[in-house]
């Protein structure tokens, strides 16, 4: 089981407007962002006239990208040296503070406000490069998003599953209980593996000795 000493992470901001908006109830990025990325499907299929197949496959494509750039935003900006103060906070506010109290409810998902200029972002850039299958292609994409936001809510919140699924929990709290070098991807690790960052099997299995999993 995912563990922290605190829920609770108290302020990050003295503003309250600001502090409100780092915190999020995760049914709201769920529910924006599967029912978009659905919607963006549908509307590339029904009212642009895209393949379904083709549209389909493209949306599978559009989630697997999102793992890619789950991992390199974990590894190179959430865990960015933190050589000057501006950075220090910067990394502190974006993710350092996640570390410290793993399991505060409203700190496991970026606020609505911040990932839907994001979602905007990145589904210009989309259609951009692919046409109307960008429509397709960024509803995967934010599929993708919205389970990555479900799985790392429920290893922080839920004991880890007996089954297969059972393999993200134990490589999640590597990252987080034995060392934070390793183990960027949340929702599959996948892309450690291809990029050299999986922790050794004794690491692994220490890990999964000290959090019962």
């Known amino acids: 089981m995912a563990t922290g000493s605190i829920s609770d992470s108290g302020r990050v901001f003295q503003n309250p407007v600001l502090e409100a908006l780092t915190r999020t109830h995760i049914a709201i990025p769920l529910t924006l962002f599967y029912g978009s990325g659905a919607a963006a499907l549908v509307y590339g299929i029904v009212r642009l006239g895209l393949p379904v197949l083709g549209a389909v496959g493209v949306f599978v494509a559009g989630a697997f990208f999102f793992t890619l750039i789950e991992y390199l935003v974990h590894r190179y900006f959430y865990h960015m040296s933190a050589d000057s103060p501006k950075r220090s906070r910067i990394q502190y506010v974006f993710h350092g503070i996640h570390h ?5 409810k409203k700190r496991l998902a970026l606020p609505p406000l911040m990932s839907v200029l994001l979602a905007v972002v990145f589904l210009s850039i989309f259609r951009a490069l692919l046409g109307e299958f960008g429509w397709a292609f960024g509803g995967g994409f934010m599929v993708g998003y919205a389970t990555y936001l479900l799985a790392h809510y429920a290893i ?6 007996k089954n297969f699924l059972n393999v993200i929990w134990k490589h999640h709290n590597i990252h987080h209980f034995v060392g934070h070098e390793g183990a960027f991807g949340v929702s599959s690790p996948f892309w450690d ?6 922790p050794p099997p004794p690491v692994a299995r220490r890990a999964a000795q000290e959090n019962h999993i």
């Open 156 to 161: 922080h919140i839920h004991r880890p599953p």
């Open 193 to 198: 593996y291809v990029f050299g960052t999986m």
């Open 100 to 104: 410290d109290h793993p399991r505060d």
